[in-house]
């Protein structure tokens, strides 16, 4: 990271980075004790203990079930404010790293770097209250629940924005494909909305010796996972990027060999950037599902669930945010049109009530050389303080006192 480092430390990075040492330490018990969604309850309970001692004005607690949200007040009297998000949840995978911080619960691991997230907005809350060169609010939101849960829907259902108005809002993830020290997001789409799809196949079960007298709901369920890979593309537009993968398949019991099942099941899900893809998928494989088990005498039923929407960066908040990098590591270290992933991300709920900015904070492989959701995963502890300057950076340059915002 040192190709920026002459830059960044005439900024908040020199206030943050002798408190480095520090900030690791909380990350890695973190990362000891996983939680899983609206279950962080000791998670939440050390950042509300943290965020009190740095003194932030006001801390509130248990919105969102288990989310926590400070309020930092600047210099002026300016009623602008920003919103700077974090998620503190982890997985429900078993952690197969060695080190000395891995997990102590087996079964729960942070895999995706929710714990360094965390960490990194309490780097920004204590540099944040202590200079407060800022006219306005800064709105801290420790968001539960991310990894499946919509712990953001539940948070602004909880009353977020009405408890805690803000302009704007912005967050970060890592990303280990960027190297540590670089920035990525684009204007639009960044993360896909993610549905979750399960079909039910109804047939006539019997012995396998005897086929003739079933309705074999295997055979049922083979031709829609193949007919369906057919949606995509010969249905979606070409320009216009859709997934579709049936993941699961459940039907029968494999120490009766002799036996056809009467039910089959498949699960899976559809990604997709638009509406229009979204809409017609799940029209055209409703269509599918029930014309196909028509077909061999069978029924099926197909059960749709919209998940999370697409996390779609607002246009001004973009360039804004990517200003703001560039301003602290320099624009080579920035990439402003970055490939949107298929993944999925529940900060979308916030963006699609608020103008705001995902971002990829860039950490490389980390300890482990692991992408996002592997067994061997850790967050690369180095990036934290740039993450905490960036956060701090977004705060004092939306709300300058110079009263500038960014347009």
Not at 258 to 280: H, I
Request: net charge negative; with cysteine; proline share 5%.
């Amino acid at each position: 990271m040192g190709s920026y480092l002459g830059a960044a430390l005439r900024g908040p990075l020199a206030a943050i980075l002798p408190h480095h040492e520090g900030l690791a330490e909380f990350r890695r018990d973190l990362h000891s004790h996983p939680e899983l969604g609206f279950e962080e309850h000791r998670t939440s309970a050390l950042v509300a203990e943290r965020l009190r001692s740095f003194g932030v004005d006001e801390v509130h607690t248990g919105i969102g079930r288990t989310g926590v949200v400070a309020v930092i007040h600047g210099r002026g009297h300016s009623r602008r404010s920003i919103g700077l998000r974090a998620d503190m949840d982890a997985l429900p995978m078993n952690e197969e790293n060695e080190f000395a911080h891995r997990s102590t619960r087996p079964g729960l691991m942070h895999g995706c770097g929710h714990d360094g997230h965390t960490t990194i907005l309490l780097g920004a809350a204590q540099y944040l209250a202590r200079s407060r060169r800022f006219d306005g609010i800064v709105n801290l939101i420790f968001q539960p629940g991310e990894e499946g849960f919509a712990g953001a829907k539940a948070m602004i259902d909880d009353g977020l924005f009405e408890r805690f108005p803000t302009d704007e809002v912005y967050a970060l993830h890592n990303w280990p494909a960027l190297e540590p020290g670089r920035f990525g997001l684009n204007i639009g789409p960044m993360m896909a909305a993610a549905d979750r799809i399960e079909i039910d196949v109804s047939g006539k079960g019997g012995h396998g010796a005897h086929p003739h007298r079933t309705i074999d709901p295997v055979v049922v369920a083979a031709h829609i996972v193949t007919a369906a890979q057919t949606i995509v593309s010969r249905n979606v537009g070409p320009l216009d990027a859709a997934v579709l993968s049936l993941c699961s398949i459940q039907a029968g019991n494999p120490a009766a060999y002799s036996v056809v099942p009467r039910e089959a099941k498949l699960v899976g899900t559809v990604r997709t950037f638009s509406a229009d893809a979204q809409d017609l998928i799940e029209q055209r494989l409703t269509e599918l599902v029930e014309s196909t088990a028509r077909a061999f005498g069978a029924e099926a039923k197909l059960v749709y669930e919209r998940i999370y929407p697409a996390t779609i960066n607002h246009a001004a908040q973009a360039r804004f945010a990517g200003d703001v990098a560039a301003e602290l590591v320099g624009e080579d270290n920035v990439v402003r049109d970055l490939e949107p992933s298929m993944g999925a991300e529940d900060f979308a709920f916030m963006l699609r009530v608020k103008p705001g900015c995902y971002v990829r904070l860039g950490q490389g492989g980390g300890v482990g050389g692991c992408f996002l959701h592997n067994t061997r995963y850790d967050f690369n502890d180095a990036v934290i303080p740039l993450g905490a300057a960036y956060f701090s950076a977004l705060a004092e340059r939306s709300l300058s006192l110079a009263a500038h915002s960014p347009s």
